[in-house]
């Protein structure tokens, strides 16, 4: 897997466009490179290409840097931190680019193509009306001099194509194993445009080749242009731009959403901002991603990165497609709720019932003091952080509690009338207001004397006290909840359904 390269050597690099948001699938990349790169002790590079103007944004970038700080994934070198082979955005980078295209060109690796568009489409139109491979057909490959000079009078400014083999080419991918292309289908492809603009297909292998990049990890979409990148490789070797071995590749599956399509994008359920605004931890979302086309062994679902990181073993990582499971997702990050510290969970809570108005932007101390101490009564009902403004909003409500409209409907009508008077009136007396002693007057006024199934019992109680029909447990809740604004939410209640 690693050929001439000593682990300590490896090197690998995730390297985004900045446009739009950040996406899941491209986490995932920068997830299995990162841990690539750790298990080996090698060195990981985070890299931006941004050299499409019209669609790379500066606010974009910043986005994606956040999202990687806020994953906890960390790199060696980057645009932010530097390193030895800075500049690390590819639009600081254009004078390496044109020397590159410069030097390709005079070696006769590269060469001007002047053919218009329109003159492309119609010689493309023509092979497939004959049944003949559709790509470039090399016209320019062989001009003379004097073609050259009257395509130049006529104003025509030309693209720069790199010159592709007259023979096959194979590589070994690190999870699909031997690829070969046939030289039929390898076209002489434009690395620059007629304006002087590099395009990805030489940038890419330009900046992977001077930055010493060993093995590249990336997407399945990338695979049909690898054998033309490892050409453009070995002609950056062959020129003495670059040295070293060509890197080893591989592609990793892709993910989909709903019936196995590709999730791009466009797609809402990709964006990494809903599962962070939804309240994932970056532990929970890190392992779920993991898991897309990856499995650290023995039926291991739950595992954190530095264990992911101690295993990874790209020629393990499945080649059929990933589908992204929300509900899977859920349920581990579920575990990481539960694995949390309980201080350290309410601290994570908290942003998430400020955002809801539920705590104001400064908390005050004994506001803090009440979620530490509700924070275990949720942890193990929790499967993301968001969930935390509906289970403890009413704790946070100073006087009578909004009620859910559903609750109302179907648990407060006239038959709650005589439960919240018993509860009201015996929960009055309660001198003690212990968990204990509010679930044995609870239980003595409404089951022993009322007759009444726990069910029926305590439901219009909950309802009165939080709004809602599912809560954290009813007894631990009313003793955190205090006995005045119990009663005054009792008053509330009784006075919706009629007292």
């Known amino acids: 897997m690693l050929g001439d390269v000593a682990p300590a050597d490896v090197r690998v690099r995730y390297s985004p466009s ?31 290409e941004d050299t499409d103007a019209a669609r790379d944004s500066e606010e974009s970038y910043e986005a994606m840097l956040d999202a990687l700080r806020w994953l906890g994934l960390h790199w060696d070198e980057g645009p932010d931190i530097g390193g030895p082979y800075a500049p690390y955005r590819q639009s600081l980078r254009h004078d390496i680019y044109a020397a ?14 002047y053919c218009t568009p329109e003159e492309l489409d119609e010689r493309r139109e023509a092979a497939r009306a004959a049944g003949r491979p559709s790509g470039y057909d090399g016209k320019c490959r062989t001009l003379t001099a004097e073609q050259v000079a ?13 010159r592709m083999p007259d023979q096959d080419v194979t590589f070994v991918d690190l999870i699909r194993g031997e690829i070969t292309v ?9 690395i620059v445009r007629a304006n002087g603009q590099p395009l990805y297909p030489l940038v890419n292998p330009v900046d992977d080749a001077l930055m010493g990049i060993t093995h590249v990890l990336r997407g399945e979409d990338l695979l049909s242009s690898t054998p033309r990148q490892l050409v453009l490789h070995q002609a ?23 019936g196995n399509r590709k999730l791009s994008k466009r797609d809402p359920e990709s964006s990494l901002q809903l599962y962070r605004d939804r309240g994932f931890l970056p532990e929970g979302l890190l392992n779920y991603l993991a898991l897309l086309g990856w499995s650290i062994g023995d039926d291991r679902e739950v595992f954190s990165m530095d264990e992911m990181a101690a295993a990874f073993d790209v020629t393990r990582v499945n080649s059929a497609a990933a589908r992204f499971d929300l509900k899977k997702a859920e349920a581990i990050n579920g575990v990481w709720l539960r694995r949390l510290a309980p201080d350290d969970l309410a601290q994570r809570m908290a942003p998430y019932l400020q955002a809801a108005g539920v705590l104001p932007a400064e908390v005050p101390a004994e506001s803090m003091d009440l979620l530490r101490a509700a924070t275990p009564l949720v942890q193990e009902r929790m499967t993301v952080l968001a969930e935390a403004v509906g289970m403890l909003g009413f704790l946070f409500a100073p006087g009578a509690v909004a009620f859910d409209e559903d609750a109302v409907a179907k648990v407060l009508t006239e038959d709650a009338r005589p439960v919240l008077r018993a509860a009201r009136e015996r929960l009055a007396a309660d001198e003690k207001w212990t968990t204990e002693s509010i679930e044995a007057t609870l239980r003595s006024a409404l089951v022993d004397e009322l007759g009444l199934k726990p069910k029926h019992a305590f439901g219009p109680v909950r309802v009165a006290v939080t709004g809602r029909r599912v809560s954290p447990p009813l007894f631990e809740s009313l003793e955190l909840l205090g006995r005045e604004r119990t009663l005054t939410r009792l008053d509330a209640a009784l006075a919706r359904v009629g007292s």
């Open 236 to 258: 950056l070797r062959d020129i003495g731009f670059a040295s070293g071995p060509l890197p080893r590749f591989g592609h990793l599956p892709l993910v989909t959403g709903e």
């Open 18 to 48: 900045p446009t739009g948001n950040p996406h899941v699938g491209v986490i995932r990349t920068a997830l299995y490179n990162s841990a690539f790169a750790r298990h080996y002790g090698g060195t990981f590079v985070f890299r931006i």
């Open 150 to 162: 009257a395509y130049q009078d006529e104003g025509r400014q030309p693209v720069l194509r790199l």
């Open 182 to 190: 046939d030289r039929f289908n390898l076209f002489d492809y434009v």
């Open 100 to 113: 590159a295209a410069s030097r390709l060109t005079e070696t006769g690796h590269a060469y001007h193509c």
